[in-house]
T-cell receptor
Framework: NAGVMQNPRHLVRRRGQEARLRCSPM?????VYWYRQLPEEGLKFMVY????????ESGMPKERFSAEFPKEGPSILRIQQVVRGDSAAYFC?????????????FGPGTRLTVL | AQSVTQLDSQVPVFEEAPVELRCNYS??????LFWYVQYPNQGLQLLLK??????LVKGINGFEAEFNKSQTSFHLRKPSVHISDTAEYFC???????????????FGSGTRLQVQP
């Protein structure tokens, strides 16, 4: 049973470009979460999605950031017009979303570097 | 709102010595508690979790943690550490979806465990 997949593992962008990060949840999981880890800090929640729905985006910056989880295909975190402060590790997690459990399983992360 | 405090940013320890990594949380509702480990340049791996029931929770790699509701703590322990335990350890909390309407995890800032020979 494959775990959570993220690609690319490393992404380099110049200021002003777009970054697109992909996440494929574990088989059977319909809930996806995105977190950001700045250097020397813990993970901060960004957004929680189910198929075709954004459930909680309280941690998303108001501008330039968007996320989707289409009916088919991976979840996408999109950052437009990247700035140096966007350099971080972005982690995706998934869960089955069943009542009584909130265990989230994490992918290996995408490390974004903005030059 | 929920928050997690990991009191020690770094914990150096000698191989085969015991270790305790401290975690305190605050929450106005019942919580689920987790410890994750992160090896260099890797994702987070679940060590153990407390959802309900017995307050002493056993996890992988010989780790265990005890939920103490009165002290709002969930400290992680291992009786004898190995070099391979060197990593970053994160404590995290979430509330039940029914209470909070949210599933997001709130993480502490992490504790770097450095096991020395």
């Amino acid at each position: 049973n494959a775990g959570v997949m993220q690609n690319p593992r490393h992404l380099v962008r110049r200021r002003g470009q777009e970054a697109r990060l992909r996440c494929s949840p574990m088989k059977g999981h319909s809930h996806v979460y995105w977190y950001r880890q700045l250097p020397e800090e813990g993970l901060k929640f960004m957004v929680y999605l189910q198929k075709e729905n954004i459930i909680d985006e309280s941690g998303m910056p108001k501008e330039r950031f968007s996320a989707e989880f289409p009916k088919e295909g991976p979840s996408i975190l999109r950052i437009q017009q990247v700035v140096r402060g966007d350099s971080a590790a972005y982690f995706c997690a998934s869960s089955p979303g069943l009542a009584g459990t909130d265990t989230q399983y994490f992918g290996p992360g995408t490390r974004l570097t903005v030059l | 709102a929920q928050s997690v405090t990991q009191l020690d940013s770094q914990v150096p320890v000698f191989e085969e010595a015991p270790v305790e990594l401290r975690c305190n949380y605050s929450s106005s509702v019942s919580v689920y508690l987790f410890w994750y480990v992160q090896y260099p340049n890797q994702g987070l791996q679940l060590l153990l979790k407390y959802l309900s029931g017995s307050t002493l929770v056993k996890g992988i790699n010989g780790f265990e943690a005890e939920f103490n509701k009165s002290q709002t703590s969930f400290h992680l322990r291992k009786p004898s550490v190995h070099i391979s335990d060197t990593a970053e350890y994160f404590c995290a909390v979430s509330g039940s979806f029914r209470d909070t309407g949210r599933r997001a995890l709130t993480f502490g800032s992490g504790t770097r465990l450095q096991v020395q020979p």
